[in-house]
């Protein structure tokens, strides 16, 4: 190491060509290098971050975002277009509101051809500080940086420092194997710092790859259980946390949002905390900063006994609470934990404190979305139909949302009386399931238009057959500007002439094909169908169908919902469920809706599902209305 501080006093030229030469750089793209540029871009909000390392007779670009052509290819600038070359040399900052205006650059080349306007820099240096470059940060207007935007450059450049600095290393450690017993303890010492400075780096990039990381995974999040799965996986390195917790800001209470997938029992104990309580969390939302407690000492000494008892079951020994602030309010708190004690320095602070701005966003996101989606539900479930009283069939239906949170789908049930045919005879049963094709409030819409007007259909042509309703059904989606589509089962029974055996007729529009359970135990699938109905595809003819179903039958309708699951053979999920019917249709009806609902799903449904079922009188027994 003295002999290259000699070289570089001397000749700092040919020690910069030694540096980028074992660093492996040049003016071409390097990941790392890039992803640095794009940190700087997202963390200062620029549209413009170079990383630019000096050259004789140039500035080499091997990590860049945003620059215009021909300098994003040719990844090379010439030394007349650095926008401050005076910093570089002397190892100086620089942050300029206003180039423009600022007489250190007037007249510079730069200005014009990469419209700098706003411009920020820190300097890159080698081991022993020699400026190897410089980490830029431009702007195409004026703005002023802020007191956070400079350290935030300052941090990434000791992080891209220490990169620079471990790749000249472990490039020289190499070389380093081949030096004659008399070096050896040169070598030793060389690789203590190599490590140090590994270790250095390496919490650098770990910081540094948890704002990516927050910036990338936390901007899908579509609800509070999603975000919880994301902030169990978004902190990795050798500081990873061994637990992290969101409590969201209720009026007087923050409320704890458990992990969906991983059963915790100590963290569900206390689900609601008054922000009263002397707690870390209430402590960080009342006083509106982030609090700290390193370990066990400082929780007795400055918080509840309830609060000691709590830590001690969780097994947390250090915590850092953080305040999650909203475009308009304080949201809640990310509580960070560790089972043993650790230090969070100045720039794993300021990381965490960057990373809660990027949770709080995704929670704002996340209560806005859950509140829509909590209204289309309501929305959705109130449509569904209340089901008739019938003295002659038992009749029972299940309704369940996706577990996807953001899933609203068009799935729909229905059952009403007919007017009966003459004085004294039992009245006729319609009952219809459909699917909608959509998984949004649209849908959900849609299904509501479309069930009353197939209601209206059938009770406008009478003798009310389930084929004339659809076709009517199709006629006027083919007009009315709804833009409906999908799939259905529309039936009626009807009470067979002097005998205990009732005869369905229907009609199926691209739908599931219905199960039919008789008395005798075996189980037949009514695969009769005809296409799915489309707004677009103009009035269809449709056919209908009828059986006899014997006394005792069990007739099952049912959305794909049931029998759809991701990387599983749809005729496979068919039989299961036919076999489910066979084996537990003695079951009370409603007992058995949540018997098949429950077997052959994913435990992480996708799609809403709605089961009707009837069950048909046997000769010896006459159901009780329901």
Avoid at 452 to 478: E, F, I, N, V, W
């Amino acid at each position: 190491m003295p002999n290259q501080g000699r070289e570089s006093r001397a000749d700092p030229g040919a020690t910069r060509r030694r540096a980028l030469r074992l660093a492996g750089l040049s003016a071409a793209s390097d990941t790392g290098m890039d992803r640095f540029a794009r940190l700087v871009s997202r963390l200062l909000h620029v549209p413009v971050a170079l990383v630019s390392l000096i050259e004789d007779d140039r500035w080499i670009l091997p990590g860049q975002v945003g620059l215009g052509e021909p300098w994003a290819t040719s990844r090379a600038l010439p030394l007349s277009h650095a926008p401050g070359p005076y910093t570089a040399a002397a190892g100086q900052a620089l942050a300029v509101p206003d180039a423009r205006a600022d007489k250190r650059l007037l007249g510079g080349p730069a200005l014009a051809d990469l419209g700098i306007v706003a411009y920020a820099s820190m300097p890159l240096t080698d081991l022993d500080g020699l400026v190897l470059g410089m980490l830029c940060a431009i702007d195409h207007r004026p703005r002023s940086w802020s007191a956070s935007e400079l350290p935030d450059l300052e941090d990434l450049a000791a992080a891209c420092s220490a990169e620079l600095r471990l790749r000249i290393l472990s490039a020289q450690s190499r070389s380093t194997q081949m030096v004659l017993e008399t070096a050896r303890a040169a070598a030793e010492h060389a690789r203590s710092d190599a490590q140090r400075l590994e270790r250095e780096a390496q919490t650098g990039l770990d910081h540094a790859e948890l704002l990516l990381r927050a910036s990338e995974e936390l901007a899908q999040t579509s609800g509070l259980d999603d975000l919880r799965r994301r902030l169990r996986d978004l902190f990795v390195g050798a500081g990873k946390p061994s637990y992290v917790g969101l409590l969201v800001a209720g009026e007087d209470t923050l409320h704890r949002i458990p992990d969906p997938d991983i059963e915790h029992a100590v963290e569900r104990e206390t689900l609601a905390l008054p922000m009263t309580e002397a707690f870390p969390s209430a402590r960080a939302m009342r006083e509106r900063r982030a609090v700290f407690v390193p370990d066990r000492e400082a929780l007795v000494a400055e918080y509840s006994p309830e609060a000691v008892a709590s830590f001690d079951r969780m097994g947390f020994t250090t915590t850092f609470c953080l305040p999650l602030w909203g475009s308009r309010a304080l949201l809640g708190v990310v509580a960070v934990c560790w089972s043993k004690r650790h230090e969070v320095g100045v720039t794993e602070r300021a990381t965490l404190t960057a990373a809660s701005g990027y949770i709080a966003q995704a929670v704002e996101r996340a209560l806005y979305l859950d509140e829509r989606v909590s209204v289309a539900r309501q929305l959705q479930e109130a449509m569904l139909t209340d089901l008739p009283l019938a003295d002659h069939i038992e009749i029972s239906a299940l309704y369940q949302p996706a577990a996807v949170g953001d899933m609203i789908g068009g799935d729909w049930y229905d059952a009403y009386h007919l007017p009966p045919a003459s004085s004294g005879e039992p009245a006729a049963l319609m009952v219809t399931v459909g699917d909608i094709t959509g998984h949004d409030m649209h849908a959900a819409t849609i299904m509501g238009q479309v069930r009353s007007m197939l209601r209206q259909a059938t009770l406008d042509h009478p003798p009310y057959s389930p084929a004339t309703a659809l076709t009517a059904l199709d006629a006027a989606c083919s007009v009315l500007p709804i833009n409906a589509s999908g799939t259905l089962v529309h039936a009626r029974l009807d009470r067979t002439h002097g005998g205990p055996d009732w005869t369905l007729t229907w009609s199926n529009a691209g739908h599931p094909p219905p199960l039919l359970r008789t008395a005798d135990g075996r189980v037949t699938a009514l695969v009769e169908h005809d296409i799915l109905f489309h707004h677009g595809m103009g009035p269809v003819q449709r056919t209908e169908h009828q059986r006899v179903l014997p006394a005792g039958s069990t007739l099952l309708l049912y959305t794909d919902g049931l029998i759809e699951t991701r990387g599983r053979d749809i005729d496979a999920s068919l039989a299961q469920l036919a076999a489910l019917l066979a084996r537990h249709s003695d079951l009370p009806l409603a007992e058995l809706l949540r018997r098949l609902s429950g077997t052959p799903a994913d435990p992480a449904r996708e799609d809403d599902v709605v089961v009707l079922a009837l069950r048909l009188p046997s000769p010896r027994h006459r159901t009780q209305p329901r």
